[in-house]
DNA sequence: TTGTATGCGTTATCAA
DNA sequence: TTGATAACGCATACAA
């Protein structure tokens, strides 16, 4: 596939490739007519500027990086979705990589993206990655980088997440308020952030309430398929009578096992889990859903990557940006 | 954000670039000590070859396009899940970008992402594509392109679709032996190659069977959000036992419209729509589905895009690849 | 106003 | 066995 270069243009009309360039950048000294005869035979013969030789000189792609667990989660898709509509208009494309939930997967991702010299990195991390110095390293580098979703302590670093704490509670003291006391909670794994956040608001709701925390109650989870039936049987033995499933992708596993159970909605256990508001429209039985803000969590996150690429003052510092959660109360879950 | 280069290996032990390069590419004739020497050093300090640099000299990105209509629908983000797959194994990157079922935005997508020097592109048309001389004149130029799922007739290339008349075929038929006669079909938009092939399905059950075709039991629609519901009304007036939703997307916004007005499936209406197995698995109620190979998909379409760039012999004639839907028949539509 | 030369990182060709 | 040079496409400092 041959395509139309500076020198072709050059040759074509008798001009030196400088000439030619400085034509189509427009640049201040040049001839009117040799401008419009570069322009005109440009457009004629659909000149576009190769962006990789671009790149090279400029040290710069023009493209972000975007690593997620898993592209076919609807929470991932949606955040997706919100970052390529803001790169979309800023000029930049998108480069995606899944980590499968796999911490080595996530080293050799971001590896291989970084070597394509992406001009910034969004990642949320993977459910087994714990240790972060492949990306501690490459913040020292100097490479933009935001996390969203599922972020790490571990690094000072812009973040966008979602209010996880007060999700929870709010959905908690739901529960609590509706006559509910024995709460199981279906966590993700134990070192994630928006596990550890979402436990905090669970705990805090019940401390408010003064209902006692029983640690039997809680069931962390990883990702394998029939891992949810699994957990959701044990708690099932401590009698609960509301489970609050504390992650996007176990709620609709943990809504198939309970309907497969036969298990009565929402009287004889009260659901209520994270997921986000599109499958919470679409797919959900009527039942109340912490919805979360997946599209604008990528919109937010790619606009401030963005700005940090193009070093907009405004996001000079570190920040973490927390974006709202929606309790959508859709059936009473009285008790 | 400084990264290693031959260069800086070269200066540091004292060699010449095209040596390094030579000890790192394993040349044939190296002095055993440069290599281990150049070979340490570069693992000391990761080097790792600048991509950029690879593709202006070899004319090729190791990137292919994917254009969608939507990332953050269950179909399209399964599919490019599969395509990630085996783009990853096989060393390509993956540049996503969508077209918001807009014709002129995917034209606008479609120049940009080549501009980029993809070596390769995979599209479902948007749902407003009818003209697709701009692809045409793409594989004119010798660009690699793969169509999948929405394809176009009016080019000769290679194709990957699910099997749409055999799908719609075998619901109807399903439909038909429940003993269901006024099947209503919401479709998707009339030029697409999936409706005409559901259709086309939908026709030839009736007519083996010898059911009359009723034009008014067929609705075409839109993708805007209220569109569903106003086209099912339509059809609910033509008092139809059965419905058949030819459209992934529809399926979804179909059963959230009879939940709502509160229908009684399938005993008063059967619901049968094409979705995707994880869809399907997660979400549905125990309804009949024709299950679509999204997955599958990606991936048969992405093995064939790179056997084309890479000019295997299996991938030079134009083929089109039909892969099987699969009917999950999950609970009587009897009636 | 235009042309020449250089460099971005890499590899291939040719020379030593 | 190693080094010098050119080339990929582009932009720019400098020369004319």
Redesign the interface.
Same mark, same amino acid.
Not at 70 to 74: D, G, H, L, T, V
Not at 93 to 98: G, K, N, P, Y
């Given at each position: 596939?041959?395509?139309v270069t500076i020198k072709d243009i050059a040759k074509a009309l008798n001009l030196s490739t400088s000439t030619v360039s400085r034509a189509l950048r427009d640049s201040y000294e040049i001839n009117a007519e040799t401008k419009r005869l570069v322009l005109e035979y440009a457009h004629k013969h659909h000149y576009?500027? =190769?962006? /990789?030789?671009l790149?090279?000189k400029e040290n710069r792609?023009r493209?972000i990086g975007v690593i997620v667990p898993?592209?076919? =989660?609807?929470f991932f898709?949606?955040a997706? =979705?919100g970052i390529?509509a803001i790169a979309?208009n800023r000029g930049y494309?998108? /480069?995606?990589? @899944?980590s499968h939930e796999s911490y080595e997967r996530e080293v050799v =991702?971001i590896? @291989?993206?970084v070597?394509?010299?992406v001009d910034g990195l969004l990642i949320s991390l993977s459910g087994h990655t714990t240790d972060i110095s492949h990306l501690k390293e490459l913040a020292d580098?100097?490479?933009p980088l935001v996390f969203f979703d599922r972020v790490s302590d571990l690094i000072d670093c812009h973040k966008v997440v979602a209010d996880n704490f007060k999700g929870a509670f709010s959905a908690i003291e739901h529960l609590i308020q509706s006559g509910r006391k024995r709460i199981a909670m279906l966590a993700s794994l134990p070192w994630l952030s928006i596990t550890q956040e979402r436990l905090a608001g669970y705990k805090a709701a019940l401390s408010q309430y003064g209902v006692p925390f029983d640690e039997q109650l809680i069931r962390y989870c990883d990702f394998g398929a029939d891992e949810p039936e699994k957990k959701i049987g044990d708690l099932w033995l401590t009698q609960p009578d509301a489970l609050f499933i504390a992650s996007d992708r176990l709620a609709?596993?943990s809504?198939?096992v309970l309907k497969k159970w036969g298990i009565d909605m929402p009287t004889k256990m009260a659901l209520i889990g994270f997921t986000n508001a599109?499958v919470a429209?679409?797919?959900f039985p009527p039942l109340t859903v912490i919805s979360q803000p997946a599209?604008e969590m990528g919109h937010v996150a790619a606009d401030l990557l963005l700005d940090l690429i193009e070093k907009k003052p405004s996001a000079l510092s570190y920040q973490t940006i927390k974006l709202e959660t929606q309790l959508i109360i859709r059936e009473s879950t009285q008790l």
């Open positions: 596939m041959h395509t576009h500027p =190769n962006p /990789i030789a790149s090279l792609s493209a898993e592209i076919a =989660n609807s898709s949606e997706i =979705n390529e979309y494309h998108v /480069i995606i990589s @899944q =991702n590896r @291989q993206v070597a394509r010299r580098k100097g490479l609709l596993s809504l198939a599109k429209d679409l797919f599209f």
